[in-house]
């Protein structure tokens, strides 16, 4: 759907991307990933061609990005607005004519959502005579009023109330399933990393890493491991060449470990050491979160420059 | 470009359509046409309601029998009381005078006039015209100068200005040529603070709802930038040829309405000339003479070139200082930030319309003014204030080629600032970083 190669963005004093590339696959839901000012938004401005590049380039399903492109590609901006004074209808309608529709046909696509919604009595209305939620449907309407094959939403869940989150988040989930490619841009990774096939996380204008969501758990999988028994008399302490206990809590009758399983053993031969000892309640992977992910990379950075 | 289109038609129709829109553009014809209807209605008033009674006490004696009664007002002689002559005025109805005419006007030159509401100036000029006369021809015949033969050698020259073109000679109006002049440069210089403005508001507006980024989203934002300045400027256009045609129906209605009146006055003007004979009607025939000299001289000027450079320059300078706006509007997050950009927008406009009034009107074919008006930034006063009196086609067409030239140039480098200034929030800018935005590539 997407490749990016090798952008760089240069501001006069700053650099907002260097050397970033990337692919989205189609149909795919995709992360944009980072904390603020790592140049997220520079590079959504960039791929609806808002800004140019001061290097490298985009490619849309194969065809270099052009100005053809914008009418298939729908944007939430992070920074959202709409012309108070002007009626929803036609401000729709407005909309959806700049994105190329004409005029019957953004007419047709706008009472089929109006109506999905359930917004049609909002036709007449102005943007100031409704509410933040309210105003929050008609932007997320007017995003995908055009049917667009690309969908880029940044931050999308900030600032929409949790009713409406859930409502749009199936519509996205809606539109994902019927062919459309999503990309979430967030610093929030927790928010969207259970939705999200593949991510690119950035930080400071560069690429840390991108990829598939599994695969970059796999490669960040730790064997370690969380482990609940029914605390005992004796306590259980570290195996050398089996496993080490990275922490220990004890709540009630509980005892909770964390284990460090030693190279070249798996989980099956702790747990054929551990089962004649103590009495399991739960066991259970510990699998890193983007999150964690992100801050050990950045630390891992940290400690070696 | 259908895009900018679809633009040019919102930025239009959400500012045509307003009710204010309306109102101004239908109140500002009304209210010249009140302004012009008072005018007449108040002049022909005056010379109406002039009738009126002066009771005379003339106390040096010259005056006796030598006042001639008018059409207007009637000399009565009053006895020598003059506490119960006050007291009649004060009781009797209509318009009565009392004149005291001391014993040594002859010297003094002065007379009072008392009344229950002051005299009219029609009435005083009157009164004061015939004492002239009678004063006159009493010191005419103690110089031993014969009155008539006096009249008789009085010589009269009329000036008639004419202007020498390429299609013959015409009739030339300084008058009317300052006139016009004058009123083109204060519309201009309103009119495009006004609708430029309106550009800068309509682009904060758009940028303080955000909005600015989802529309460039599916436009550059070169097309919203143009697309929003022709938009207003299509309304400054509609607005003003609404203007020229109402005021011209309404010009039509309210002449032939006054048409009976003005002519029924011209009538009673002549008629009271026959009665009064030379100097009675002296002033109101002068008075009469100058409404005459106006419509004359209004007459010869051009207005059909006036109304078309207008049209032109206006829309000339509005791009180019449109443009200007539209950077400053980018580059702030509210209105009251504009400020520190709009010198170098004021001054160029400033200059030219402080200068039109001492300077071009004076003189509108010299150095100065031709430089003016050749200037882009200049030109849109400057020229429109040469205009009435006439300036060769190859310097309007020059002008004009240069503001072309001067409005593509400052929508370009407006351009370049606006793109990048659309989407920065929150940031207090500088003249230094402008020049920054505008050098970013892209």
């Not at chain 1, 809606?174 to 990393?193: D, K, P, Q, W, Y």
């Not at chain 2, 006054?258 to 026959?274: D, I």
């Not at chain 2, 400052?410 to 989407?423: C, D, K, S």
């Not at chain 2, 929150?426 to 505008?438: I, M, T």
Request: glycine letters at 8%.
């Amino acid at each position: 759907m997407l490749e990016i190669r090798n952008i760089v963005k240069q501001y006069a004093n700053h650099r907002a991307l260097d050397d970033v590339s990337t692919r989205v696959e189609q149909g795919s839901i995709f992360g944009l990933l980072g904390p603020n000012g790592a140049g997220k938004t520079s590079l959504i401005r960039i791929i609806n061609q808002i800004t140019a590049p001061d290097g490298g380039e985009i490619y849309f399903d194969g065809e270099r990005l052009n100005p053809n492109h914008i009418g298939r590609i729908g944007y939430l901006p992070e920074e959202r607005g709409l012309y108070k004074k002007m009626e929803i209808g036609e401000q729709m309608l407005y909309l959806a004519q700049l994105k190329g529709l004409s005029k019957t046909e953004a007419i047709d696509r706008i009472k089929h959502w109006f109506e999905k919604m359930e917004m049609q009595s909002w036709w007449h209305k102005k943007v100031e005579d409704l509410s933040k939620g309210m105003q929050q449907k008609v932007q997320f309407v007017a995003t995908v009023v055009h049917q667009p094959d690309l969908i880029i939403l940044d931050e999308p869940f900030t600032g929409f109330d949790p009713v409406n989150v859930n409502i749009i988040k199936e519509e996205i989930l809606a539109l994902n399933r019927n062919g459309a490619t999503i990309i979430f841009s967030t610093h929030r990774m927790e928010s969207v990393e259970e939705l999200c096939d593949s991510i690119v996380l950035i930080n400071k204008s560069k690429k840390i890493l991108d990829g598939k969501v599994k695969e970059i758990k796999n490669t960040y999988r730790t064997n370690t491991y969380r482990l609940e028994y029914l605390h005992q008399e004796k306590q259980l302490t570290d195996v050398a060449g089996l496993f080490d206990i990275t922490s220990r809590e004890i709540t009630g009758d509980n005892t909770t470990l964390t284990l460090q399983i030693a190279s070249g053993m798996t989980i099956n031969d702790v747990l054929a050491y551990l089962i004649p000892l103590v009495q399991i309640h739960e066991l259970k992977e510990v699998i890193p979160s983007i999150h964690d992910i992100f801050v050990q990379h950045v630390t891992a950075k940290l400690k070696y420059s | 470009m259908n895009k900018i289109l679809l633009i040019i038609k919102r930025e239009y129709l959400s500012r045509v359509r307003k009710k204010s829109f309306l109102l101004v553009t239908f109140l500002v014809p009304l209210f010249l046409i009140g302004i012009y209807a008072l005018t007449i209605y108040l002049t022909a008033k005056s010379f109406e309601s002039n009738e009126a009674t002066v009771y005379t006490i003339d106390q040096s004696g010259l005056f006796a029998n030598k006042m001639a009664n008018t059409g207007k007002i009637t000399f009565l002689e009053a006895s020598d009381d003059i506490a119960a002559e006050k007291k009649r005025i004060l009781s009797e109805e209509g318009k009565t005078f009392l004149l005291i005419i001391p014993a040594d006007v002859s010297t003094s030159s002065r007379v009072e006039l008392f009344a229950k509401e002051t005299a009219s100036f029609g009435v005083q000029d009157e009164i004061t015209d015939q004492l002239e006369d009678v004063l006159r021809d009493r010191a005419y015949a103690a110089a031993g100068i014969d009155r008539a033969t006096l009249e008789s050698i009085s010589p009269r020259v009329s000036l008639s200005a004419k202007e020498i073109t390429e299609d013959g000679e015409k009739d030339s109006s300084a008058g009317a040529a300052m006139g016009i002049a004058m009123s083109l440069s204060i519309l201009v210089y309103i009119c495009l603070f006004l609708y430029g403005s309106q550009v800068m508001r309509g682009i904060i507006e758009e940028k303080n709802s955000r909005i600015v980024e989802v529309i460039i989203s599916s436009v550059k934002p070169f097309q919203l930038m143009m697309g929003k300045i022709l938009g207003i400027g299509l309304v400054g256009l509609t607005q003003f040829i609404l203007w020229i045609v109402l005021s011209t129906a309404l010009m039509g209605i309210a002449g032939t309405g006054l048409m009976g009146g003005s002519n029924a006055m011209v009538a009673k003007v002549e008629n009271q000339e026959l009665v009064a004979g030379n100097g009675g009607s002296a002033v109101v025939g002068s008075e009469m003479g100058m409404v005459d000299k106006v419509t004359q001289e209004l007459g010869k000027v051009d207005f059909q070139t006036i109304i078309i450079t207008f049209l032109l320059y206006f829309f000339g300078g509005y791009l180019l200082y449109s443009a200007l706006f539209a950077a400053v509007g980018s580059a702030v997050d509210s209105e009251t930030e504009t400020q520190q950009f709009m010198l170098p927008i004021t001054i160029p406009l400033l200059f030219t319309y402080i200068l039109s009034f001492g300077v071009l009107i004076n003189d509108p074919h010299g150095t100065l003014a031709f430089w003016l008006s050749m200037i882009p930034f200049t030109s849109p006063i400057a020229m429109l204030v040469r205009v009435p009196f006439g300036v060769p086609v190859w310097e309007i067409v020059l002008s004009f080629a240069l503001l072309v030239g001067g409005f593509m140039l400052t929508t370009w480098m407006a351009g370049r600032i606006y793109r990048v200034g659309i989407l920065m929030y929150g940031k207090k800018a500088s003249y230094k970083e402008l020049v920054k935005w505008f050098r970013y590539k892209g």
